[in-house]
């Protein structure tokens, strides 16, 4: 059974950067597309940034394109580099991730293993 644990979230001063790290255990398939998800309170998830490196492709949501950046290393751990961070990206930020997904994933509902989140709050 497959599990994925975050950390590196907490509270951040506008324009101040974080890295948030996804570690999986279990039996981890090569064939991997894993994400980052948000949800802030009273708004629907949003994936802002997926890899696949299976195909050397990443994606990133509109809102935070050039300013955050998904990368994985060769333990499967995943991170998520944040930078110049806007009271808009607090949320709970959740790592999920999905075996031989044959595409690059956009959509929260197209991960089917999720962790227990961090949260990431950017307030003065």
């Known amino acids: 059974q497959v599990q994925l644990v975050e950390s590196g979230g907490g509270l951040v001063q506008p324009g101040g950067s974080l890295r948030l790290s996804c570690t999986p255990s279990?039996?981890?398939?090569?064939?991997?597309?894993m994400g980052w998800i948000r949800q802030a309170p009273g708004m629907e998830r949003e994936a802002v940034a997926a890899?696949?490196?299976?195909?050397?492709?990443a994606h990133y949501a509109a809102s935070v394109l050039g300013r955050f950046t998904i990368s994985q290393d060769y333990t499967k751990t995943v991170y998520l580099q944040m930078d110049s961070l806007d009271p808009d990206d607090t949320a709970m930020y959740y790592c999920?991730?999905?075996?031989?997904?044959?595409?690059?994933?956009?959509?929260?509902?197209?991960?089917?293993?999720w962790g227990q989140g961090t949260q990431v709050t950017v307030s003065s």
């Open positions: 890899i696949y490196t299976g195909l050397g492709r």
């Open positions: 999920a991730a999905k075996f031989f997904p044959s595409r690059l994933l956009k959509l929260p509902s197209d991960f089917d293993i």
């Open positions: 279990g039996s981890i398939y090569y064939d991997n597309c």
